[in-house]
């Protein structure tokens, strides 16, 4: 069986960090989605919690990447990161929406954090190889509200949508105190805290993305993000690339997921697949039509890859100016990913669905899984809506009215 290793295109190192530890990485990204591919179709099917995959993750070395080398981590970029995201989609999509989640929230604290909170989950991070779950979805169910509570608060509602909450060492909660947004740090096992295990979707099955409930959960002061009283400000441009950091994680899945697809249906099509009658030929490889699909497919494909490869780099870009980004600079970064959302949707919707064209009606057949693709795919991209980053990719182009902050842009 070949590598999936780079099957499309190459993706760029950078200067910002040593490229043979970026290098090692992506090696280790590689050989674990191999893992995870060779067993991809039948955790599907059993739709259990990725308890096994996370360590995986962990024992690779794989969830401290962004942080400081002194601390344990590998020092690379949020763009260099997802590339890595990326790479494990090729083997299981689920556990690259896991991963790539864990690391856009790993980097909450050092949009909204003081400095003393983003250096101190920093060190936990990459000591403690720290797995980070969410509950940030703002649609479905209530808010997640925040009251006082002597030194502290209680937290109370209910979301229908937690990606990694019950696997979690962390987790990044978003809630409203006094009708304002605040970014929450929750350690897992707080009281009254309870995963409903309810994740029954016909994609993205493993990742544990249920809905949760919180009963008057205990916070600490030292919990929430930021200095009290923790409301009152407006975020600037820079703390407001904490949803371009979510959407580019989307971005790197769609894509890893299309590049995974493309190596399985060419192995099955070489092993198994036969010319149509009338071609002329007498291996499925030299059909012309299936050559012409394949080119098709794959050309739309690295071209999407280029893109993604361009938002990571714009939103590096963006994060080195720090709290002096403009907001102009802001809605450049951010448009460069939603350009690369926009694609990388339609070109994985594509990929997934078309390569049965080269396969033939067998590769349909349940056991092989190969459906698994399109279904994790159609699935994330629902997400939220990529007409509306159509759409804000040509307001910002035409109008220069940049995307407004919300979780969604």
């Known amino acids: 069986m070949s590598t999936i290793s780079n099957p499309i295109t190459a993706e760029p190192g950078s200067a910002a960090t040593d490229d043979t530890r970026f290098q090692q990485l992506l090696d280790a990204a590689d050989r674990v989605a191999e893992q995870l591919r060779s067993t991809a179709a039948e955790r599907d099917r059993a739709n259990g919690h990725p308890r096994e995959e996370v360590e995986l993750l962990r024992a690779a070395d794989l969830l401290q990447v962004q942080e400081p080398v002194e601390y344990g981590g590998s020092g690379l970029s949020y763009g260099q990161a997802s590339i890595l995201t990326r790479r494990i989609a090729r083997g299981d999509t689920s556990i690259a929406h896991l991963l790539g989640y864990h690391y856009a929230q790993t980097r909450v604290a050092q949009l909204f954090g003081t400095p003393e909170q983003a250096d101190r989950q920093s060190r936990k991070n990459g000591e403690g190889k720290l797995f980070w779950g969410g509950i940030q979805n703002p649609r479905g169910g209530s808010d997640l509200v925040l009251t006082r509570d002597g030194d502290g608060f209680r937290l109370s509602g209910h979301r229908t949508f937690a990606s990694g909450a019950t696997l979690a060492d962390v987790l990044s909660v978003t809630a409203t105190l006094d009708g304002e947004l605040v970014f929450i740090t929750l350690p897992a096992g707080k009281e009254g805290f309870n995963a409903r295990d309810d994740w029954d979707n016909i994609g993205q099955r493993l990742t544990d993305s249920g809905g949760v409930e919180l009963n008057d959960v205990r916070i600490e002061k030292s919990e929430i993000l930021g200095v009290e009283p923790f409301i009152g400000g407006v975020p600037d ?38 010319p149509w009658e009338s071609s002329g030929v007498e291996s499925a490889s030299d059909d012309p039509y299936i050559l012409e699909t394949v080119g098709e497919i794959v050309a739309e494909v690295r071209a999407a890859a280029l893109l993604a490869d361009r938002a990571g780099d714009a939103l590096d870009r963006a994060l080195a100016v720090g709290h002096d980004l403009t907001d102009a600079q802001r809605a450049e970064a951010a448009v460069a990913i939603y350009d690369a959302k926009y694609l990388t949707t339609k070109v994985a919707l594509d990929a997934t669905s078309r390569l049965f064209e080269i396969q033939g009606a067998r590769a349909t057949t349940a056991a092989y899984g190969f459906d698994r693709h399109w279904r994790n795919v159609r699935t994330h991209t629902v997400h939220d ?8 990719v040509g307001d910002w182009t035409l109008n220069r009215r940049a995307p407004e902050f919300s979780l969604y842009r």
């Open 237 to 274: 441009a820079f703390q407001t690339l904490v949803t371009p950091h979510w959407q580019l994680a989307f971005v790197n899945f769609y894509i890893g997921t299309a590049e995974g697809a493309i190596v399985e249906a060419l192995e099955w099509t070489k092993a198994n697949a036969h």
């Open 385 to 392: 809506p990529v007409a509306y980053k159509a759409r804000e």
